[in-house]
């Protein structure tokens, strides 16, 4: 068997599968030397196969590179890798298509070879829905194609590529037939191989966007994914056809609930709070993950895998538990950020559990603070006031809570981070005229030029710039006080109205 992409997150899952099974595998890199460390992590994935793996330096959109790949090859599974169209060499001509070409370079030399039997297309989901669609009944199959001309440059290379592997297909003479089978997985999880994907189960544990915005993942178990192209190599009744490859639809919410369920006691503060949209739209300004939810805030694609249930024999696995089993792994081989509170304990340690939670530690830190008669100070924005009477706000952003008087006094507010403690709550005035507020901290009142806090209120916009981490301010009655958390150093202002 011939893989065209052996060190893919995907792909590594076929080979160990494919391994297991006794297959012999040849597979292809761009560059031997730059992937010389992932190879032989590589060769080590099944020990005791076997044939151990042949990896050669071809680049398959080159043409004349596969000659020596493909001899005495049976099968060749080809992973369409997604490349935006190139300019035209020529005045006149049309822009190239690296992907398309890649595809008719596979199928050129399988034809050639006179040994390849049948070609398993490693597709995307995105061939047959582009993007999430608004609430509807429709129910995605395999004879559904995206629109290429309205798809992003990324997509359309998906799109053209694989239209461009059946209509080579089903030009081919007679003497010349090679059997077709196209695999469209939708976003595949679980355990890395060899590196971490940069997928939703990473982003949440390394805090890469404050707050869940409405977005749902069509996600499959990347080990499923594994056993369908198998599947597709053995079956003939897969040979000619398309199989949507999919578990189920999450929203980021429910992900982020999965994580913190199985991690906030190891210390990992996951984001689990819902994103409004203005917020989300505000946090694009600086954050790239969130820019790329906008566009599909509130919409889902559902897809049919009967096909993979009844022609390939796959049950699903339940992408819930692949959450946790990739997250495991992640934490284990420290492919993500370790929390404030295990840095240098190790990512083992971590995984164990055997670390202090920032919950116990602030517990711990107030009960001090109580016995010195010192105002214990809160983390990440909380709030605090005196030792009357208290409220216990929502929790806001995973990490986020308010108090409040019966006093009608103002609220004060500290955080303590890596480069700043504050020593004394800042203080705040309020213009219901502009509904901004202009705090004072450290002595140094905040410009409203560079250092202003526009709050959400009334359906107005979070703007936040400037270097201060906390600004809190009082709008005139005290049931009604807004904490303004500006979070990390992308300064975004999320609003918490209680």
Not at 180 to 209: E, F, H, W, Y
Not at 234 to 263: T, V
Not at 330 to 341: A, F, I, N, S, T
């Amino acid at each position: 068997v011939l893989i065209t992409d052996v060190t893919s997150f995907t792909s590594t899952h076929v080979i160990k599968q494919l391994q297991e099974e006794g297959y012999q595998v040849r597979g292809l890199v761009s560059s031997l030397q730059d992937e010389d460390a992932r190879i032989k992590q590589l060769q080590e994935l099944c020990p005791d196969a076997k044939y151990k793996v042949e990896v050669i330096e071809a680049d398959p959109s080159k043409t004349g590179s596969l000659e020596s790949a493909i001899k005495e090859v049976q099968y060749v599974i080809h992973v369409i890798k997604p490349v935006a169209a190139q300019a035209a060499t020529q005045e006149g001509e049309a822009p190239v298509q690296p992907a398309v070409d890649a595809v008719q370079n596979v199928f050129k030399a399988s034809v050639e070879s006179k040994t390849v039997k049948r070609v398993i297309l490693s597709s995307s989901y995105q061939t047959i829905s582009a993007v999430p669609t608004a609430a509807t009944d429709k129910v995605f199959t395999e004879a559904d194609w995206a629109d290429s001309e309205s798809a992003d440059p990324l997509v359309k290379s998906l799109i053209l590529a694989e239209k461009a592997a059946w209509d080579f297909v089903k030009e081919l003479p007679d003497a010349d037939k090679i059997e077709l089978c196209v695999l469209n997985p939708t976003l595949p999880l679980g355990p890395p191989l060899l590196d971490a994907q940069s997928d939703v189960v990473k982003m949440l544990l390394d805090r890469g966007i404050t707050g869940c915005p409405r977005v749902c993942y069509s996600l499959v178990d990347v080990r499923d994914v594994a056993a369908a192209h198998l599947k597709a190599l053995e079956l003939e009744s897969a040979a000619g056809n398309r199989h949507i490859i999919h578990g189920s639809n999450l929203w980021m919410k429910d992900i982020a609930l999965i994580l913190a369920k199985e991690f906030k006691p190891q210390g990992y503060n996951i984001h689990t709070m819902s994103l409004p949209n203005v917020c989300l739209w505000g946090l694009s300004l600086f954050n790239k993950n969130a820019k790329t939810f906008l566009p599909v805030v509130g919409k889902q694609s559902q897809f049919d895998n009967t096909r993979m249930k009844e022609v390939l024999g796959i049950e699903p696995r339940d992408v819930k538990e692949t959450i946790v089993e990739e997250a495991k792994v992640l934490v284990e081989r420290g492919l993500v950020k370790k929390p404030k509170r295990v840095r240098g304990q190790g990512a083992s340690a971590a995984a164990d559990g055997e670390v202090k939670t920032d919950a116990e530690g602030e517990k711990k830190e107030g009960e001090n603070k109580e016995e010195k008669g010192e105002e214990s100070p809160k983390e990440n924005g909380d709030v605090s006031e005196g030792a009357d009477k208290k409220d216990t706000a929502e929790e806001g952003q995973g990490d986020t809570k308010t108090e409040e008087t019966t006093d009608g006094s103002k609220p004060a507010a500290q955080e303590e981070t890596q480069d700043i403690e504050l020593a004394e709550a800042p203080e705040c005035t309020w213009s219901h005229e502009k509904r901004k507020c202009v705090a004072t901290i450290m002595g140094e009142k905040m410009s409203q030029e560079k250092r202003k806090c526009v709050a959400n209120i009334m359906g107005e916009k979070s703007v936040v710039t400037g270097k201060k981490k906390v600004c809190c301010h009082h709008h005139g009655r005290k049931e009604s006080v807004c904490v303004v958390t500006i979070v990390g150093e992308k300064k975004v202002c999320v609003l918490s109205l209680l």
